[in-house]
């Protein structure tokens, strides 16, 4: 997530600067051939154009709308995966007696924010992260994930023994959750906490996996292909017929104009056909890097912030002094 100010224009230029070759050249090739070839009938009708132009911004917007709405859903989930994990923490504190099982508690809940977000950086072909335009980004931060083995970060929380079991398991955070409810259960069935606690704490189980299942929900099911696919192909449509659109527009401003530009305006239709094709592939390229929140882009949701802060706030209300830092934001991106 970027914290800073805005992009900078000269950031959003490198980042599409390969589409904006693609369309330097979709605007020369038509005015050399209408202008120094002769070939006039490949002017195409502005109002054509133009009628595909709105219908393309339609698309786009609508995309955009929906690309964004699962990237704030996504940050809504880990909001409340946040609120409730020091609701958690209060919990065990202050209904278990037992000072052992409290910390085995929190420490198991440390392994499952791990083993979640771990999940949630895993690849899916769908994704577009590791696409060369925004691969070329990354340089400019570090994703936790990728730097570090899940079963290292696991071993700091978890027992040998517990470690090995996680880990041979297919759905790791699921299994993490069923040990934290049988340790509850243990403790009911001991006659250390009372019945109306026991259920309390049980909801605070079910809760961390309802949310876990929207955060698999938003990981695992894409932007539907066939919006998306429409998008692009309507984009591309409009920016290759765009150039020849405007040609007879700029050719009949030689009739009023005069000096220097007189008999050459139609050298304009370059410029400005890449500008206007630029915003349209711009906007759909931001929608794109907007799809996937988790996928580790400069634009996902920081879960892994998320999950520091979390720990730090879990580790105080156990006393403890020896505490993580916190993530910090590298050029203004925060993971």
């Given at each position: 997530m970027h914290i800073g100010k805005s992009?900078?224009?000269?950031?959003?230029?490198?980042?599409?600067?390969?589409k904006i070759y693609v369309l330097v050249i979709l605007g020369t090739v038509p005015v050399l051939l209408y202008h120094l070839l002769g070939i006039t009938w490949v002017a195409v009708p502005w109002t054509v154009v133009s009628l595909l132009g709105t219908?393309?911004?339609?698309?786009?917007?609508?995309?955009?709308?929906?690309?964004?709405?699962?990237?704030?859903?996504?940050?809504?989930?880990?909001?409340n995966i946040a609120g409730s994990s020091k609701a958690w923490g209060i919990m065990c504190c202050d209904y278990l007696h037992d000072t052992h099982k409290t910390r085995m508690l929190f420490y198991r809940h440390f392994a499952w924010l791990?083993?979640?977000?771990?999940?949630?950086?895993?690849?899916?072909?769908?994704?577009?992260?590791?696409?060369?335009?925004?691969?070329?980004?990354?340089?400019?931060?570090?994703?936790?994930?990728?730097?570090?083995?899940?079963?290292?970060?696991?071993?700091?929380?978890l027992p040998q023994e517990e470690l090995t079991y996680i880990l041979s398991t297919r759905n790791?955070?699921?299994?993490?959750?069923?040990?934290?409810?049988?340790?509850?259960?243990?403790?009911?069935?001991?006659?250390?906490?009372?019945?109306?606690?026991?259920?309390?704490?049980?909801?605070?189980?079910?809760?961390?996996?309802?949310?876990?299942?929207?955060?698999?929900?938003?990981?695992?099911?894409?932007?539907?292909?066939?919006?998306?696919?429409?998008?692009?192909?309507f984009v591309r449509i409009f920016c290759f017929l765009l150039p020849f659109g405007m040609l007879a527009e700029f050719d009949k401003l030689n009739n009023s104009i005069t000096g220097l530009m007189k008999g050459h305006m139609i050298w304009l239709v370059i410029p400005f056909s890449v500008l206007i094709s630029w915003m349209y592939?711009?906007?759909e390229q931001v929608g794109e890097s907007t799809?996937?929140?988790?996928?580790?882009?400069?634009?996902d949701v920081p879960i892994s912030q998320i999950c520091r802060d979390i720990e730090i706030d879990l580790r105080e209300m156990l006393g403890e002094n020896a505490l993580p830092l916190p993530l910090k934001a590298e050029n203004d991106i925060l993971v």
């Open positions: 992009y900078k224009l000269s950031d959003f230029l490198v980042w599409t600067r390969r219908a393309t911004a339609f698309i786009v917007g609508f995309k955009n709308t929906q690309t964004y709405s699962r990237t704030w859903d996504a940050h809504a989930i880990w909001t791990t083993a979640l977000r771990y999940q949630m950086r895993e690849e899916r072909v769908w994704e577009v992260a590791d696409q060369r335009h925004n691969a070329e980004y990354q340089q400019f931060y570090h994703i936790p994930e990728r730097l570090t083995a899940l079963e290292v970060e696991l071993a700091k929380y790791k955070a699921s299994q993490l959750l069923a040990l934290q409810s049988r340790t509850i259960k243990e403790v009911s069935d001991r006659e250390e906490m009372a019945p109306a606690l026991l259920l309390e704490m049980q909801r605070a189980v079910n809760n961390f996996c309802n949310q876990q299942t929207q955060c698999e929900s938003v990981k695992n099911t894409p932007y539907p292909r066939q919006y998306a696919v429409i998008n692009t192909i592939t711009s906007l799809e996937n929140p988790f996928e580790g882009s400069a634009n």
